[in-house]
């Protein structure tokens, strides 16, 4: 659900540095909100610091939030260790793998830009659409 960037409550957090900011705004202004931010029933921010500061960032008004049903402090600091903490990043064998198949997929050879019209001609001569 979308809730008003300016009724979060954001009390004193774990995380003291947020990082680089301006990337991930531009990361929410080209993909979008990937993962809704976590706030109690009472507005309280629990998960997502980043994530709402980047929206405060892109001067939007709203954003999209998860409410969750933890009534308790120590529940509410749970749930913000456990989302900082069950991540992982790529490592660079994984940066490497996903950079090359990007590549590729924006720069496609002559025979995939060959079947790629071909495919997208059958669907306009049998009027099949992306689904």
Partial sequence: MQIPIK???VKKRIRKDMG???TLAESLKRYGQISPI??????VLIAGERRL???K?????SINAVISESSSELARLELEVEENMQRRDFNMEEVAEA??????????????R??????RFLK????????
């Fill in 7 to 9: 009724d979060i409550i």
């Fill in 20 to 22: 680089d900011i301006e």
């Fill in 38 to 43: 976590l706030i109690s029933a009472k507005n």
């Fill in 53 to 55: 500061e980047a929206a």
């Fill in 57 to 61: 960032y892109l001067g939007w008004r």
């Fill in 99 to 112: 950079t090359r198949k990007i590549y590729r997929l924006q720069n496609p050879g002559i025979f995939r």
């Fill in 114 to 119: 060959i079947l790629n019209a071909l495919i």
């Fill in 124 to 131: 306009w001569l049998f009027k099949i659409g992306d689904e």
